[in-house]
C-alpha cells in the first residue's frame, strides 16, 4: 500500500520550474505499458506543464488494495492535490482516483499501469 500511494504521489505532484526531476520521478517508479505511454507523451506533457505553470500537491492520500501476492498487486488511489496554474492562480482543489497495477522488479515495486477511475 506504500508504494501505491507513493508512485501516485509521484504521478500528481508536479512543479513547472523543475518538470524535467518530476518527469524522471514518475518514470523511475515505472515499468512496461505504463513506463512507454509515460516517455512517449513526457515532450508534451513538460511543454503543457510549463506554458500553463502548473504546480501540483498532494494534500491527502488514501489506498486500497484490491488484490495481490508476491509480485504483483492493484490498488486503488485516491489523492487530494491543490493545484495552481494561470487558468486558476488562486488555485484549485483536485481530486483524483486511480487505478494502479503494480509489479515486483527487482526488489522494488513500479507501476505497470495507471488509469483514472470514476
Known sequence: ????????INFVTVDYT??????ARVKAGATGEFL???????????KVLVANQTVSTVQRTEAALVSGDQDS?????GVVAPTKNTAVPNGET??????LDLRMVGDV???ETLEFVG
Not at 523543475?18 to 518527469?23: A, N, R
Not at 498487486?73 to 488511489?77: D, R
Open 1 to 8: 500500500m506504500a508504494a501505491a500511494k507513493q508512485l501516485a
Open 18 to 23: 523543475k518538470v524535467d526531476v518530476d518527469i
Open 36 to 46: 512507454k505511454s509515460y516517455s512517449t507523451s513526457a515532450a508534451d506533457l513538460t
Open 73 to 77: 498487486a492493484v490498488a486503488l488511489v
Open 94 to 99: 483536485k481530486t483524483y482516483r486511480m487505478r
Open 109 to 111: 515495486w513500479k507501476v
